[in-house]
């Protein structure tokens, strides 16, 4: 019984007899085979030495859905639109958040709209716009932000907070108006 070969519970063969054939196998013996995590272990590579250990990875880069990232910059044009995307808004800064499509149009103005291209609810020229970090927190809504107008929109109001799908969206959001001011 030279080399008898054994298979654990990996699928992974283990030599269990003696070259002589008078050596006693495992299961002569009586003894199970290794548990699978401890056969995985010894087949796991080496841990990094020396000028391995100091490679450093860079960190992976995120990956934003397709449907997470906010309209393409258009060019300039008569009623065209310089930015845009959907996003959840809280008018007034309270109450519920709703979902919408914002633009900046090319000619400054910033339009609340039910869907892209859709009617619009609300409209207020971009100039003096901010965009600040929250008082409060939204819970739901990490990547929103304060979005204080210079003026008054169509309904009256003055200040909401504006809910995105990313950090992209906040700093291309913040990035959009900032232009709009200039």
């Known amino acids: 019984m030279s080399g008898n070969r054994l298979s654990n519970c990996s699928g992974v063969a283990a030599s269990a007899g003696g070259a002589d ?5 495992v299961a002569e013996e009586g003894i199970p085979p290794e548990p699978a995590e401890a056969a995985a272990a010894d087949l796991a590579p080496p841990a990094p030495s020396g ?3 100091t490679i450093a990875r860079e960190p992976a880069p995120i990956a934003v859905p397709a449907s997470a990232t906010v309209a393409a910059k258009a060019p300039a044009s008569a009623g065209s ?3 845009g995307g959907n996003v959840q808004c809280q008018y007034k800064g ?9 633009d900046l149009g090319a000619d400054g103005q910033l339009a609340f709209r039910e869907k892209e291209g859709g009617k619009e609810m609300r409209t207020v020229p971009a100039s003096g716009c901010t965009v600040g970090p929250l008082n409060k927190p939204r819970k739901g809504h990490t990547f929103a932000f304060r979005l204080d107008l210079g003026a008054a929109d169509s309904k009256g109001d003055v200040k909401h907070v504006i ?8 700093a291309g959001w913040t990035e959009a108006l900032k232009q709009a001011n200039i």
């Open 21 to 25: 054939g008078d050596s006693p196998t």
């Open 94 to 102: 309270k109450g519920k958040f709703v979902g919408l499509w914002l």
């Open 163 to 170: 809910s995105v799908a990313g950090a992209a969206d906040v």
């Open 81 to 83: 639109v310089a930015y």
């Open 51 to 53: 000028e391995e250990a």
